[in-house]
């Protein structure tokens, strides 16, 4: 998905917002937000991505002020709010009458808590999650049937509290394939990485766990690794969690192979889809 109008002032919130988590220090703060700027005009193009953009944009606030890791606080909060809600909307899904498919149940769960935003408030955050998901575009029935002919799946993982929400879905995608829980190397964002996967305690539960071998949000396909990259194309499903992973892949070939499972936070990805913001979304492609 390329750049849409409303893209720029997105990324312009981003260098500001990613500049003040960096650092408290006046100058280097002015200095990163200078340099990231000027890499957001230079590089805004209708016929890019934006995450390339976004990921150069970290590169240099990382480099700028000596931080590897500037959303480390806002991510140990949000795994915290996460690790808190799951029990509950896990209760509350399996005794709603919504829930009453397995798979679309744990679609739903896994979902819920792509209401994480890094632009929202935690208290906001927390009310989202707690809302019942229902999709705008529901293609579940269609996984269900894609699981039982397929022996490899891919898992794109995305916001780091999400690892809790992910899990019952991904055990139930094992009872017909091998899957692999793909994070990212190292900190961009808040994203899931290595590190926050062995610091859940959960690694051993998710099984076969691997990263994209590139720090961006979603995935840059030409910077990912080797391996990923073979990964990626012996793949029989790619099940893509988020918005940054729906703008990197929806641009390639229908497969039938790439399934997004996200909340339509922003205009030009809701429009994408056709479906309102803030729409819940299944979908196969």
Not at 156 to 184: C, S
Not at 205 to 218: C, K, L
């Amino acid at each position: 998905m390329k750049l849409a109008p409303g893209c720029y002032e997105c990324l312009r919130r981003l260098v500001h917002q990613a500049a003040e988590l960096a650092t408290d220090h006046v100058s280097l703060r002015q200095t990163a937000i200078s340099q990231a700027m000027k890499t957001l005009d230079d590089e805004f193009s209708y016929s890019q991505l934006s995450l390339g953009i976004a990921a150069k944009i970290h590169n240099i606030v990382r480099e700028v002020t000596h931080n590897p890791d500037p959303y480390r606080g806002m991510k140990e909060r949000e795994m915290t709010l996460a690790r808190e809600l799951y029990p509950e909307v896990s209760l509350r899904a399996k005794r709603s009458n919504l829930y009453k498919d397995e798979l679309r149940g744990c679609l739903q769960l896994a979902a819920a808590a792509n209401a994480l935003d890094f632009f929202k408030e935690l208290g906001s955050i927390r009310d989202h999650i707690k809302e019942p998901v229902s999709f705008v575009l529901d293609d579940s029935e269609r996984l269900e049937a894609k699981l039982r002919d397929v022996s490899r799946v891919l898992y794109l993982a995305d916001n780091a509290g999400e690892i809790y929400f992910d899990l019952p879905l991904v055990k139930w995608m094992k009872r017909f394939a091998e899957v692999t829980y793909v994070v990212k190397p190292s900190p961009v964002q808040n994203d899931l990485t290595l590190e926050d996967v062995k610091g859940s305690g959960l690694q051993s539960e998710f099984g076969r766990v691997m990263s994209t071998g590139v720090a961006s949000p979603g995935v840059v396909l030409s910077l990912a690794s080797t391996q990923f990259k073979r990964e990626f194309e012996s793949a029989d499903l790619v099940f893509a969690k988020g918005m940054g992973h729906y703008e990197a892949l929806s641009d390639l070939c229908p497969e039938g192979r790439f399934f997004y499972c996200l909340k339509a936070k922003c205009q030009p990805v809701a429009d994408s889809l056709g479906v309102p913001v803030n729409s819940y979304v299944a979908k196969l492609q």
